[in-house]
Every structure is written in C-alpha cells, then in structure tokens.
C-alpha cells in the first residue's frame, strides 16, 4: 500500500511539474514575442529578397516589419515602414496578363471599401512592365503598382496620408525602380 501511495504523489508531482511548464509556455513566450520589437532596421542600398526570385532595394530609413513579411520560394510579402507609412510588396503566382493581375489589386482595395484611379502604365529601372495609379480607402490614402514577372505578379501598395505619402514619395519611388526578377533554376 505505501509502495502505490509513494507512486501515486511522484505521479501527482511529475504532472504538476508538466502543468507548470506548460503554464510558463503559455504565457511567458508570447510575453516574449510581445516585447520583441516587430520593426527591423534594414540595411541601406542592399537588395532584399521579398520572395520566389524578386528583390528591391528598400527607401533610405526604412524599417522591416518581421511580423508581416513572409518570404518564400513561391510567393513572397515584405512590409517597410517608414513612419507612419507602410510601403507593402506582395508576390504571388500568377499566370495571366497584366490587366488580370491589376483587376486582382483593384478587387482587394474594393473589398476594403476603397477605389483605384484608372492609373497609368508604369516601368522598373529593371524592365518589368506594370501598371500605377492611386487608391482611397475609407482611412487612408494610397499609391499602387503591379507589375508581371514569368509566373509571378508583383503587388507593390504604399498607404499612409496625403502628406505622409507626400513626404516619402521621391524615397519610394527610387525603391519601386529598384524591383528586380531573377528567375530561379
């Protein structure tokens, strides 16, 4: 009886002890993540890699927000900050025309309750083909390009205020210029 009785607390002490790591799991590493900073700095004039072969060079004074920027082999999302500005490109796979892939854009700024300006054709210093223009949302204001790389659409939105956007527009456009494809082997 005291064999089952000793076995029954070691049982009893064992599980408290799970319960207690579990408890500190739980709370104490989303604490953690809390208090990580999510913008990092980015460093000036280097290539960053957003995903599946495309690269851009980000504005001067740019942070990198790591909690929304998911690069891949596929597809890839980086989010700059500057300010209260956020300069955001998404690629994805796409197998399509240049209008199918604005008329995607235009779709998740309407479901947003915003609208898209008939905007403009539009080029990178590097020679990929695309379409800019501006968009509203019902809170912000915003500046839009999407260009087409083989098998992949580039979504570039930059959203802040009229006079946020204005006084980073010079710095954002040099960095739209700089939005290179290499395709992967």
Known sequence: MRVARVRLLQNAAASLCILLVLVAIAVGLPAIDRSLPAEQAVPPHEPYEVGAGVTVVPPAGAALDVTRTRPTARQGT???VLGRVRYVIVV???DGELEGAVDRLRR???NA???LDAGLPALTG???VGHEGAYTTPDRAGRYAVF???DVSI???VSGTETE???TEQVIEASIATITYQERL
């Open 78 to 80: 980086a989010l700059f």
């Open 92 to 94: 994805a796979p796409f």
């Open 108 to 110: 998740k700024v309407i």
């Open 113 to 115: 309750d915003g609208q």
């Open 126 to 128: 590097t020679g990929l």
């Open 148 to 150: 087409l790389a083989p």
């Open 155 to 157: 979504e570039v939105t």
């Open 165 to 167: 956007l204005a006084e």
